[in-house]
């Protein structure tokens, strides 16, 4: 990435990346349980180092549900430098004709910085979405028994060094 040039977001949410659910407990991935407001999450062991390497070609951003909340437990918790700037959303998922996250995104974003987004719910509003806007857009879909993984950080690395060489 060229020094005048700005970083592209990565917009990652919690649930389902981070916080990983659904997998049977005999089965259960490497990590650590922790308490946010009395609720159990249960944090990828590699999450972390995940978005420790991202931060370098990418500026992270929460894109979660939890909001400012993220920055009161999760940086201490994955060791990362924090706290991260987040994105903050209006009314309540189901609220809006498409998904919920989209507005708050594009108010945050605008419509021509390159963003990635890292998400366990993108439907088919996010996929046209993602076609149609006009900055560099990638979107990546996580299982939340397993969150992000190794195959996704190196999506996002290559993809990164491939806008790095367009600038």
């Known amino acids: 990435m060229p020094a005048n040039s700005r970083k592209p977001l990565l917009l990652v949410d919690v649930d389902g990346v981070i916080s990983l659910f659904g997998f049977t407990p005999d089965k259960r991935p490497a990590g650590a349980f ?10 990828s062991a590699a999450a972390g180092d995940h978005l420790r390497r991202l931060s370098a070609p990418y500026e992270l951003v929460w894109c ?24 903050t959303f209006a009314g309540a998922p189901g609220w809006a004709d498409r998904h919920w996250k989209l507005d708050a995104i594009e108010a945050h974003a605008g419509p021509d910085r390159a963003l990635a987004w890292i998400d366990d719910d993108h439907d088919e509003d996010c996929q046209e979405w993602a076609r149609e806007r006009p900055g560099p857009t990638l979107l990546l879909t996580t299982e939340p028994p397993t969150g992000i993984t190794d195959r ?9 060094q491939a806008l790095a060489t367009i600038d």
């Open 64 to 87: 979660s549900g939890w909001e400012e909340r993220a920055n009161e437990y999760l940086p201490q918790a994955l060791g990362l430098p924090g706290p991260l700037h987040h994105i």
């Open 152 to 160: 996704h950080v190196a999506e996002l690395e290559r993809w990164a």
């Open 34 to 43: 922790l308490s946010v407001d009395g609720v159990l999450h249960y944090l």
